[in-house]
């Protein structure tokens, strides 16, 4: 798909659908959602949307679907894996004016939620009625919930609460013959036909567009500890991690970081962190409940767990000034690996007792490639980050060699049992790693069921597979 | 399909698959699998085959797909809505062979286990090891793991710990090619491809034949204590259920049972319980986790808010004997209402907050059509168990009115926001209703779903839709 395929005749038809003032073709909006947070891919649309209705956004799906023009369905942009580039040219789709929350139920602990809204916002907003929506990726101050939806995200609550799978109830969907429909029903379980609503959920804007998203809430612990564990090497603090479960505590978050991630965040986020010399890896623990004295024992049942893994120190943050410099620590690790150099972010999820054997084998491939890599991640629930870094790695390597590592590191990931992508989905830069995991076999049932929901191939093609 | 369809010819090719002694056709194998526990239907298969490997249910398909034999899977036969029915003839494929945990990783806290194995001894075989398996239906006794993941269960414990959806990693299906593939990867979570694990999941034996299924355990809680609490009105019971969540409280279990129910459990299952005279519904609570003070202090709370909800009277049970007890109750309503009369079964699942208004209506439909019911389940999860008894209604009017009844039910649930089956299911005798929840576009979806799996619709056709 080549050329433009947007004439000013379909053009004046997305005008007639949804407004002049919801329809942009300068340069300026074609530049500004020709990229998302993937390395620095950047791919230009032809026109850019901003419908305001889920009814905006069914039509301007049949008129697309009539000519078939390529969509590139967009929440916040800030997607790892190139879910929201419009690769074939064509319409962009953003989301952002889908920014309300509709209804937080309390007598039913749910609420309806559009999808342009920030994740962070909803999660403030639910929490001043006391309620908790667990669902926090590290973007949750930009990203949104819609994002999060098609993205099957995860967070470091998972580990206690699951992911955004287990909170959202119901959707309604745009499909690209320009219905509109509720994938289920605002219940908290039902059992009546294919489950439209899980199918939907990391379906990276392949299937449909979300236009309104129900989820259940839960009541919000009164109390919650974090602590930062300091260990002399990652395979340490890797191993420690299933041993805290086996020990019978769910802590509600469980985040691995290694030395070079935090002294990035301590230079690039002005984070300040006494961080010792032999310290080479954390692990970074939140507990929560609502009695404060089970919170502290759990946190005694997790030191003594801690201190049979090498551990060489444990700082303990009850005040909320000290629990959010930690945090902070955590979440913008990410943001600081990238000011400090040209890098990739890989996505790995494995069995959690298997981490230190994945990690261990990472570095080992870097060191054949001749790359450094950051790693971080929800540890509780064996999904490691991998941020290669290009450093002083030639660019004639660093374009013709590394995906041969990274190819190895998947190989390794999926030998120990897991998989490609824990939470970032595979979008546009990882497709070509899937035949490591999935079978002609898989291939074919997604590809049918794409066919099913968009048998023109509209929606965000060339994305997954 | 009237005639039968397994010549000698095929019969042959089926015992050369899987072996002679896997194979059935005497009258009392085919009298066996014409029922599960749905009303009093029979449908006789032309024979049954109980495999005992992933490759004969393989192999058995790939027979059946060449040669257009209906294929019906079947558990324990424990389902409420006719999904094991072999109702257009053909092989029936037990899974009853498939007995066997795999293994129980306690460094993961995840478990493989075979399609067959009954959910109670599995639940204990985990318990040992002080792990946690919550997915308990009133059936757990006797229904498969199998049966579960083909019906997305639920249970009483749902309401804290979630449905199967929830607990199932990753699965080995049997496809109608003779493909046999994983759906996903052992690990917590993943993004990458769309969801196939959780679209099997409720799929009722539609799509393919689980022969694996690999699932999460939690640490078990240490702890609990189970309350039943009386009231003089359902909806005074009813209405107590969502104040309970929203005083912070998650309850391990919150079952709602109407006064006929229990009486006929103490009827017909020797249940000794003091059943005063004004007490017309009831709340069975259960509370759990590691610390005995903490659960007491919730049992405070919510025999606070049971108070101004005109509760008469709170049972207290926390000794192994009287838990055992109450639970007797509830698990074993369902068999004593079937003792009891000639009755129908219908699931109804709403929000919470909507149980009030569905009970009293369905009340009125009954009182309007002549038909009495009792009225039971997992009052938490907003789902209601409406079994109707024939009682005093003429033969005539059960054969030809009751369906209109039923409609109405049905027409409520949805009206108040719900949809049919919160966790039986939708197999046979409910799928006439489906239309009265979702539209020809649902519709759509799913045929041309089931079309990517089975293009020959071999595997359960006349099931869901």
């Given at each position: 798909m080549d050329c433009d395929r947007i004439t000013p005749e379909i053009l004046a038809l997305f005008i007639q659908a949804v407004g002049a003032d919801a329809i942009f073709t300068n340069e300026e909006s074609l530049e500004k959602y020709s990229h998302d947070e993937t390395e620095d891919l950047r791919f230009y649309p032809e026109v850019v949307a901003k419908p305001s209705t889920p009814e905006q956004v069914a039509a301007l799906l049949?008129?697309?679907?009539?000519?078939?023009?390529?969509?590139?369905?967009?929440?916040?942009?800030?997607g790892l894996s190139g879910g929201a580039l419009p690769v074939n040219k064509g319409l962009v789709i953003a989301m952002e004016r889908f920014n309300q929350i509709l209804e937080i139920d309390e007598a039913n602990l749910q609420a309806t939620v559009q999808p342009g809204v920030i994740t962070e916002v909803f999660m403030?907003?639910?929490?001043?009625?006391?309620?908790?929506?667990?669902?926090?990726?590290?973007?949750?101050g930009s990203c949104f919930i819609g994002g999060n939806v098609a993205h099957g995200s995860g967070g470091p609550r998972v580990v206690k609460y699951g992911t955004i799978r287990e909170y959202v109830l119901n959707l309604q969907v745009a499909l690209p013959a320009g219905e509109l429909i509720w994938t289920g029903a605002n219940t908290l379980k039902y059992a009546s036909g294919y489950n439209l609503t899980q199918l939907m959920i990391g379906s990276e804007g392949t299937l449909g567009i979300v236009t309104a998203i129900v989820v259940k809430l839960i009541p919000k612990p009164t109390h919650d500890v974090s602590m930062l564990a300091s260990f002399p090497d990652n395979e340490s603090a890797c191993a420690a991690v299933s041993a805290i479960f086996r020990a019978g505590i769910i802590p509600s978050a469980l985040e691995f970081m290694e030395r070079t991630g935090v002294a990035w965040v301590m230079e690039h986020e002005g984070v300040v962190f006494d961080l010792k010399d032999d310290a080479q890896a954390f692990l970074l623990i939140e507990v929560d409940g609502n009695n404060p004295d089970m919170i502290f024992a759990d946190c005694e049942k997790i030191n003594t767990v801690l201190e049979s893994f090498n551990c060489l120190d444990v700082l303990l943050a009850d005040s909320a000034a000290q629990k959010e410099e930690l945090w902070r620590m955590r979440r913008r690790m990410g943001v600081s690996v990238k000011s400090n150099s040209v890098y990739k972010e890989e996505d790995t999820v494995v069995k959690r007792a298997e981490l230190p054997n994945l990690i261990r084998g990472i570095k080992e491939i870097g060191n054949r490639y001749g790359f450094e890599s950051v790693c971080y991640g929800h540890a509780g629930d064996g999904n490691l980050h991998v941020n290669i870094i290009k450093g002083s790695m030639s660019d004639y390597d660093w374009k013709n060699k590394l995906n041969d590592g990274i190819r190895e590191i998947f190989e390794l990931t999926v030998k120990l049992g897991g998989t490609l992508s824990g939470e970032h989905g595979i979008g546009y830069v990882q497709k070509a790693f899937m035949p490591i995991k999935y079978s002609p076999v898989h291939f074919a049932l997604w590809k049918g069921i794409k066919q099913v929901f968009d048998p023109h191939n509209i929606l965000n093609p060339d994305k997954i597979f």
């Open positions: 049949k008129l697309c679907n009539e000519y078939l023009i390529p969509v590139t369905p967009r929440g916040a942009g800030t403030n907003a639910v929490a001043e009625k006391g309620l908790l929506y667990p669902v926090d990726p590290a973007s949750k």
